[in-house]
Each structure stands twice: as C-alpha cells, then as structure tokens.
C-alpha cells in the first residue's frame, strides 16, 4: 500500500491519501526562491512571491539576486489547494483512496479471514461497489478518482 508523506509531492498515484498530510504538504511547499543569478546560490525559499520579494527589498545588496519559480512546485500547491477546496471543511483525520485500490482495500477493511474458506467466492468488485462507491463521495485529483473517507 502507498500512502501519501507530507515530506514528499503527492501525485494523485497513491493508494491512500491522508488529509492531514495534504495540509501538511500544503505548509512545507515554498515555490519561490531568492537566488544569486550568477552563482544561482539560493538565499531563502518562500511560499509566494510576494513574499519572496520582499525579502529581496530587504537585502542591502540586491545586485545579481533574483526570484526564481519552481513551476512544478507551484502545479503541485495549486492541485493541493484546488483538492482541500473540493473536499470542503472536512477533518484532518479524513482519507482518500483510490479508485484503483478500493476492492484491495474493501478486502482489508471486512472483517472476513483472508484463511477463510468464504473468502475466494467474495466478489470484491461488488463489495466495492455496493458499500464504498455507493456510498462515499468521489473527488478528482491529478487526473484519478478518489474515495472520500470523511471522518
């Protein structure tokens, strides 16, 4: 099972995303650099760029600084965002997960012996469909379907 860390970018590939992690991920992306040009020796990370320039204003020697986007970190804080904005006001201790992993999961989650003699007759298919799909809310993120556990 892959489930999403704060610490990495969440690409809409995991099995499992925490919502925590999300907000988590959301506070540590900087996309914004103040660097020397000529050395490309950064100066600090920010969240905007406003911010970003700000600091630079402040800086007595400014000659050769710049700010400097890293456009994938943006994507990333952009999806990040755009995905807490569809979920609405759900909890920290909320998850999604995967359209991909949802019959995996609905075999992890029933109470059924994976020993048990039932277990190769149980459609799991079915039991995702009836009890996870049926029943939670679904939300894109970065061009896959998740399940929303809202909690």
């Given at each position: 099972m892959d489930v999403s860390d704060p610490g990495y970018?969440?690409?809409?590939?995991?099995?499992?995303?925490?919502?925590?992690?999300?907000?988590?991920?959301?506070?540590?992306?900087?996309?914004?650099?103040?660097?020397?040009?000529?050395?490309?020796?950064?100066?600090?990370?920010?969240?905007?760029?406003?911010?970003?320039?700000?600091?630079?204003?402040?800086?007595?020697?400014?000659?050769?600084?710049?700010?400097?986007e890293d456009l994938g970190k943006t994507a990333e804080l952009e999806a990040l965002r755009q995905l807490l904005s569809d979920l609405g006001g759900i909890g920290d201790d909320s998850y999604l997960i995967h359209d991909d992993y949802l019959e995996e999961y609905a075999q992890d989650d029933t109470e059924l012996p994976a020993d048990s003699p039932l277990s190769p007759y149980v459609d799991w298919k079915r039991v995702a469909d009836d009890n996870y799909r049926s029943n939670y809310a679904s939300v894109s993120f970065r061009g896959s379907t998740y399940w929303v556990v809202a909690r």
């Open positions: 970018e969440i690409f809409g590939s995991e099995d499992i995303i925490n919502v925590s992690h999300v907000k988590e991920r959301i506070a540590r992306l900087r996309p914004w650099t103040v660097e020397q040009i000529k050395d490309q020796w950064e100066w600090g990370h920010f969240p905007t760029r406003e911010s970003a320039w700000e600091y630079l204003c402040q800086q007595p020697e400014r000659d050769g600084l710049g700010i400097c």
